[in-house]
């Protein structure tokens, strides 16, 4: 069986799902940054994080064309 070489990296994906999936971890108010609260802020941080972590799984793929 021939599978993409990034396949692995693609397990990475569910670091953000989990993180954002385990809502009582993060419903708390403080810590307080800039007026925001924990609940908020955190979710916040996690928009990039994916980002980065989406271009890291891509760019392990394998792209044959």
Do not use: E, K
């Not at 397990?11 to 809502?23: A, Q, R, S």
Request: charged share 10%.
């Amino acid at each position: 069986m021939n599978r993409p070489s990034g396949t692995a990296a693609c397990w990475l994906l569910l670091i953000p799902y989990i993180g954002l999936l385990w809502v009582p971890f993060y419903n708390v108010h403080d810590p307080v940054i800039l007026g925001f609260p924990f609940f908020y802020w955190y979710q916040l941080l996690w928009v990039p994080i994916t980002a980065l972590i989406t271009w890291i799984a891509y760019r392990s793929m394998r792209h044959d064309d």
